[in-house]
């Protein structure tokens, strides 16, 4: 019955997009940004409390296991392999007390359980086993949805020369749509990679990633994001 369901869904769905394509090409819309000369991999909150059942904050198990997993492993391969810079951003709180005078969630407790994901609690917000980082990578700690607000984000990419950004993770509809449309705005340019994306609502991928590649980002397949990764070429050889 899910199946029958999700297939109905999809069907909409591509009507939908069929239909608004027509008036965003005839507005304009729907350009492209291009790949650049140096890439960085931004990986958004694939830790245990959104990739492993069990959380409030866990996303459709289906597709992180059988999708975004491999696809990112792809992903992490080629950047290595070659050299490109990757950070992977996660989310955790130290002050969960939603009672406090003060406390690092902000307001944003008021609208989802974000209490849940304490900083004191790490194997929570660890970066999943299957794609953990390695020495040179760097884990960075955000409070917000995008990971460029209140963050040395950018200031880290610029410093390394980057122009480009091939983001994935969770959510679709807030974490990696925030983290896209704020890269854009500080200038880089942007990649949505289109099997590493997820979220916990059916629908809400395939619609966000069909509204992100008309205003913020290029989406890309994981094939296409690794050729580019191989073929722009590996620091370590142009340092050599």
């Excluded at 992180?64 to 955790?92: F, S, W, Y």
């Excluded at 917000?144 to 983001?167: E, K, P, Q, Y």
């Excluded at 807030?174 to 854009?184: E, F, K, M, P, Q």
């Amino acid at each position: 019955m899910q199946d029958i369901d999700n297939r109905e869904l999809n069907r909409m769905l591509q009507q939908a997009f069929d239909a608004s394509t027509k008036i965003y090409q005839e507005r304009g819309f729907q350009r492209r940004i291009g790949f650049g000369r140096r890439p960085a991999l931004v990986s958004v909150d694939l830790a245990n409390a959104w990739t492993r059942p069990g959380n409030p904050f866990t996303c459709d198990q289906e597709a992180m296991d059988n999708e975004i997993m491999p696809g990112m492993q792809r992903l992490l391969k080629a950047c290595r392999t070659n050299g490109h810079p990757v950070i992977h951003v996660t989310t955790a709180y130290e002050i969960t007390d939603r009672n406090a005078p003060f406390t690092d969630m902000g307001l944003w407790h008021c609208k989802i359980p974000i209490e849940v994901v304490n900083l004191n609690d790490r194997a929570l917000w660890a970066i999943d086993a299957r794609i953990a980082p390695v020495e040179g990578e760097y884990t960075l700690l955000k409070k917000r949805a995008s990971a460029f607000h209140g963050t040395g984000l950018g200031g880290i990419l610029r410093a390394a020369g980057v122009d480009t950004i091939l983001v994935t993770g969770v959510t679709a509809t807030a974490c990696v749509r925030t983290t896209i449309c704020d890269g854009l705005a500080d200038g880089f340019r942007t990649i949505a990679v289109r099997e590493c994306i997820g979220d916990r609502v059916p629908g809400a991928v395939a619609w966000n990633l069909y509204d992100i590649d008309a205003k913020f980002a290029d989406v890309h397949s994981v094939d296409e994001c690794v050729d580019y990764l191989d073929s722009v070429g590996s620091t370590r050889m142009a340092a050599e």
